[in-house]
């Protein structure tokens, strides 16, 4: 799952990024709304954080303008203490969800994987397919029961599939969903994680399709 982080405050966007990145989220950070607003245009994210007071350009135009060119991903912005305005506006632009700064960590966590589940239509806090069950809350996956050891790629790419079941997902979407670099990507090494994959799964359960990519079979 990759995240966007729009804050230009350092500090705060150097602790989003290490809380976000410690539970597996591939993270970017943009420091000012023009950059925010290229990187959500032109990068697929499955998220994101976006702050209201941005240099540049205010959190509120980012998000307009993703909304008026059809981009969908959920957006959790933060407002500073006591602006009911900005919360409103926020909403009323296309926000999902806000926090107000101070938080906690672990609620933007939480709001963050509620966010994303309810963008693959999911309500639970777990996944399931077939045998397969994926619990977002502790980032463990089961088969009928019994916890299976993932790294931390094998997961990302587990988790991918897990959103998007009955889906053909292309190499280079996994890729991009990831990788945290453009220099570590190579897309010959999603094979390796799929190859391990199928080993811990159920024979059957995720699907090569030939020149296209990758589907979670739901039938099983
Ligand atoms: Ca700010």
């Not at 609620?107 to 045998?131: D, M, N, Q, Y």
């Not at 050891?149 to 998007?164: C, D, F, K, N």
Request: aromatic share 6%; glycine share 8%; net charge negative.
């Amino acid at each position: 799952m990759r995240i966007l982080v729009v804050e230009d405050e350092p500090t705060l966007a150097t602790q989003l990024a290490e809380g976000l990145q410690s539970v597996g989220y591939v993270v970017h950070v943009a420091h000012n709304g023009v950059d925010g607003s290229f990187m959500g245009d032109t990068d697929p994210y499955d998220a994101v954080e976006l702050d209201i007071g941005l240099p540049q350009m205010d959190g509120i135009t980012v998000l307009k303008k993703w909304r008026a060119s059809g981009r969908t991903m959920p957006v959790l912005i933060l407002t500073a203490r006591d602006t009911w305005r900005e919360k409103v506006a926020g909403i009323d632009a296309g926000a999902d969800d806000y926090l107000t700064k101070p938080f906690h960590m672990e609620e933007l966590l939480a709001r963050l994987r509620a966010l994303i589940r309810r963008a693959g239509g999911h309500a639970s806090t777990e996944l399931v397919c077939g045998p397969l069950t994926l619990d977002t809350r502790s980032s463990r996956a089961s088969v009928d029961g019994t916890a299976l050891t993932l790294t931390s790629h094998e997961y990302r790419v587990l988790a991918y599939l897990m959103h998007h079941p009955g889906e053909i997902v292309s190499r280079a979407e996994l890729t991009e969903h990831i990788y945290a670099q453009d220099f570590d990507r190579d897309s010959n090494t999603v094979e390796v994680f799929i190859a391990r994959l199928r080993k811990k799964l159920p024979p059957g359960l995720i699907e090569t399709l030939r020149g296209l990519g990758y589907r979670l079979n739901k039938a099983q």
